[in-house]
């Protein structure tokens, strides 16, 4: 073996023949004024064409015109560019002159292009393309101008088609020379890789290994147990797929963001001594797997046995960083069985497995060789019964297994995942009940810390729902949703989910790793991106410094703080929170923030001022650099942001709250941001609580809040003393409400409060998920306020119990697994008063925080509250 380890590859080409756009050749074209493009061409011996095939992609749509036919339009939904359309047009050529006319519409598109590659093919096996460039000309007869050559930013090379990597197979033999000796393997790999020794996986590979981080920075180096081995010779097989490195990611239909091919490192150990290593001595080939991709999903042909004739070559492309896992890889965490399945008249079966799940399906079927077998994962069924696919964009969401016609074949997907409930399954002649068929649960192997449970069953069911949709995107990195073809590190998810995502689970390691890939993407005038890990994509919405996205740098660290007391963690990219807090300082006119791109996301018509959320944000950001330097004793720091502090909140006060019908104007949302984070007077923040109390009742005791609202508006009731009007809005069924998602047939939490309704189906497909977290911010509210454990102080070991809620809820049991140890809380309402059950862990002590406080230790208490006592602690 070598004397080191390389990162070795074996690229292929996988791309489709026939009619594509070339790099460096094909071109984007735009005017701007006028957005009609024509060329003339002249066509002779119409009779010699066999083939006359356009292909066109415009940013963001257009209709195509050949000698005044329509021949083609954008299907007029956002990121129509990244799916080209490709068509003959053979019956519409004529002899002679020919005029090609494309009509663009752009209504927001800062940088907008079109693009059309035209190739005819002759007997001969000639060819003649058209393509766009300066020779076109306009309706007044001005020249169009190239913006980009094919390839460039931000287009890149837009297909028609998706062409995933098939997997790479490695495989070297070695010797054990010593008997009972553990071998111990050390794997990482730009892109997606699994391990085998004799065919054999060990029992802790991780799925999806070694994980999404920053490639242009770090990759993580996992270590894998395979057990005691004997004296003797043996093989090693790696496998190596493109994974988030090289294969497709986002909406663009891209793939290829950080590398063109995926590469593999390993090191084998014998105990304690390196026997093996990754090299070009290493045989190199594919094999079953034809593809495999995150989004796409795989296909799989058992007849195919890997041929692994050539050599690995070595890896010339940019290496980061290997770095040690110190946080939860991504593992299967349950399994769940079919609940029904049902036959479509073509033949197919479409399966439930009773809630929606990030994951995938494996079977085990006995079928004639070449049968061809296909999974398809939805969320949820079309009102015909068939899947409701389109809310998954470009991801093709689909694994395909080829029977080899060997009896009981089992077959699961590696590579990839999918968010589903349902499935259809083609291709069997037998029933799938026969064919052990599974959903298997994948997630971040993170720790569950926190349950609830309470007398209502619909405020159980939407508890659960958090806790499904929560599942499903905490997958290697706090992601937006599991189904479509995105799922990305949304820092406004991670950020609005923080507070209750760290009390239910165990998010210590997770966070620290996720604000690492945030930090690794600052730019040097201290800016952050709205996602991590960061993908460079060419178009969209995705900026820096955006208000309550980028700002999650500062948030999940305080909260990883309080929570968990990440001071440590902390203080090590204090040097990188500074420098974002100061970005925004700088950029700032005076502590006035302008508005980002996002706002209150998903508000219900009821839009708060961009400007008036990006300067309270400014203001909390402040206020929690103040929090963190206070925890890591920064005196002269904390001086500095208190200023800015006190700055900040006049802003808000002059150019938001000056008088009576500027608070009157206030969305629940705004009025929420102020009670929360107390970012005015007391007075004002006294007419607040009026003003947002109003506006639930005015609409029928509704929400109205989006994104930046939802998660403390319930907090903020309580808070109020009205968490009588929290407990309404949880009962409520109608929308828009968490009851309404539940009474119609949800598992998780909705994207949109109306993702779907009885009266108009589904909401648009360009962004529905039925699987979101975001809505779910709101739920630490369930052990904080119903449970009671309203704050807990790591310091002096106190846990601070404040009762709530009673009579409105009339029993709840919650448990929390915090740093200190496990705290229960049980109460229920009865005839004279409300009887609790408190359970402290050693070495602690409470505070019940009642009209006269009680203090008590650690252990299991019996608590009676009655009613006078409870209503003189503020509870109505």
């Excluded at 948030?555 to 090590?572: K, M, P």
């Amino acid at each position: 073996m070598s004397n080191n380890p390389e990162w070795i590859c074996f690229p292929v080409d996988h791309l489709a023949d026939g009619h594509v756009f070339e790099p460096g050749v094909d071109q984007w074209i735009w005017h701007p004024v006028n957005h009609t493009f024509n060329r003339v061409f002249n066509v002779e011996n119409l009779l010699d064409v066999i083939e006359a095939n356009v292909l066109i992609s415009v940013d963001e749509g257009y209709i195509l015109y050949l000698n005044d036919a329509e021949v083609c339009r954008s299907d007029s939904k956002i990121f129509s560019w990244s799916r080209p359309v490709s068509v003959s047009i053979l019956n519409h050529l004529k002899s002679g002159d020919n005029r090609l006319s494309i009509i663009c519409f752009n209504t927001y598109l800062d940088k907008p292009g079109a693009t059309l590659s035209f190739k005819m093919t002759y007997k001969d096996g000639s060819e003649r393309y058209i393509r766009t460039n300066a020779e076109w000309v306009t309706e007044s007869g001005e020249k169009a101008q190239t913006v980009a050559i094919m390839g460039e930013m931000p287009w890149r090379v837009p297909s028609a088609e998706v062409f995933p990597l098939p997997v790479v197979h490695f495989r070297k033999q070695f010797r054990v020379e010593k008997n009972k000796l553990a071998l111990k393997l050390k794997l990482s790999a730009l892109g997606v890789a699994e391990a085998r020794i004799n065919g054999i996986r060990p029992d802790n590979h991780p799925e999806l290994l070694p994980g999404w981080t920053d490639y242009y920075k770090i990759v993580p180096l996992h270590e894998l147990e395979f057990g005691i081995y004997e004296v003797g010779d043996y093989e090693i097989e790696l496998m190596l797929a493109s994974g988030w490195y090289a294969g497709y990611l986002g909406w663009e239909r891209g793939r290829g963001y950080y590398g063109e091919y995926p590469a593999v490192y390993a090191e084998l150990y014998a105990g304690d001594e390196a026997i093996l290593c990754t090299d070009t001595s290493w045989s190199a080939g594919i094999g079953p797997w034809l593809d495999a991709d995150i989004l796409m999903g795989t296909r799989f042909d058992a007849r195919k046995k890997p041929d692994l004739h050539a050599r690995a070559q070595k890896f010339d492309g940019f290496v980061p960083k290997l770095v040690n896992v110190d946080w939860e890889p991504v593992r299967i965490v349950g399994i769940l069985n079919p609940i029904s399945v049902a036959e479509t008249q073509q033949g197919s079966y479409i399966v439930d497995f009773g809630r929606i799940i990030a994951g995938f399906v494996s079977f085990e079927v006995s079928e004639v060789a070449g049968t061809e077998i296909s999974v398809r994962h939805a969320e949820v069924l079309n009102p015909d019964g068939s899947l409701y696919l389109e809310n998954i964009r470009m991801a093709r969401a689909t694994d395909v297994f080829i029977s080899s016609g060997k009896e009981k074949e089992y077959f699961r997907p590696y590579f990839t995942y999918h968010g589903f409930r349902y499935v259809e399954i083609s291709g069997l002649s037998q029933d799938p009940l026969t064919c052990n068929l599974r959903a298997h649960r994948i997630k971040s192997d993170i720790n569950r810390l926190g349950t609830f449970s309470c007398d209502n069953e619909l405020i159980n069911s939407i508890y659960n729902c958090y806790i499904g949709s929560s599942e499903c995107t905490l997958v290697d990195i706090p992601t937006d949703c599991a189904q479509r073809d995105e799922r990305l590190g949304w820092t406004g998810d991670g950020s609005i989910l923080a507070e209750v995502h760290m009390q239910t689970f165990d998010m210590s390691r997770f966070y620290i790793k996720w604000l690492r890939d945030l930090f690794h993407a600052q730019r040097e005038d201290g800016a952050l991106p709205d996602i991590a890990p960061y993908v460079e994509f060419g178009s969209g919405t995705i900026g820096w410094n955006n208000a309550a996205w980028s700002d999650a740098a500062v948030w999940v660290s305080s909260q990883l703080v309080r929570e968990y007391g990440n001071v440590e963690d902390i203080s090590t990219a204090w040097d990188s929170l500074e420098k974002y807090a100061d970005s925004l300082w700088v950029s700032s006119e005076n502590g006035y923030r302008r508005g980002g791109n996002y706002g209150d996301w998903l508000n219900v018509n009821a839009p708060t001022p961009l400007d008036f959320i990006a300067t309270a944000f400014h203001a909390i950001v402040n206020q929690e650099m103040i929090f963190l330097c206070e925890q890591l004793e920064l005196l002269q720091s904390k001086d500095r942001y208190s200023k800015r502090l006190m700055v900040i909140k006049q802003v808000l006060e002059d150019r938001f709250a000056a008088n009576e019908t500027q608070l009157n104007s206030f969305t629940q949302t705004a009025c929420v941001l102020i009670l929360r984070f107390g970012l005015l007077s007391e007075k004002k923040m006294n007419r607040c609580a009026s003003i947002l109390v109003s506006d639930i009742l005015s609409r029928d005791v509704s929400l109205s809040t989006g994104f930046l609202g939802t998660p403390w508006l319930l907090d903020v009731l309580s808070e109020i003393g009205r968490s009588d009007l929290a407990v309404r809005l949880l009962k409520k069924e109608t929308f828009p409400s968490w009851g309404f998602m539940v009474k119609n047939g949800a598992t998780t939490l909705w994207e949109h409060w109306d993702s779907f309704t009885p009266e108009s189906g589904f909401k648009d497909p360009v962004m529905n998920s039925l699987s979101h977290a975001s809505l779910g911010g709101f739920a630490f509210w369930f052990y904080k306020r119903a449970g009671w454990i309203h704050r807990i102080d790591l310091k002096s070991r106190t846990f601070y119990i404040k009762p709530d809620v009673a009579p409105y809820l009339q029993k709840v049991s919650v448990s929390r697994i915090t740093r200190l140890g496990k705290v229960s809380v049980d109460w229920e309402v009865d005839s004279v008063g409300i009887s609790a059950k408190i359970e402290i862990p050693a070495d602690c002590q409470a505070v019940l925080e009642l009209e006269n406080r009680q203090n008590f230790g650690p252990g299991l208490h019996h608590i009676n509250i009655p009613y006078s006592l409870y209503k003189k602690n503020g509870n109505n």
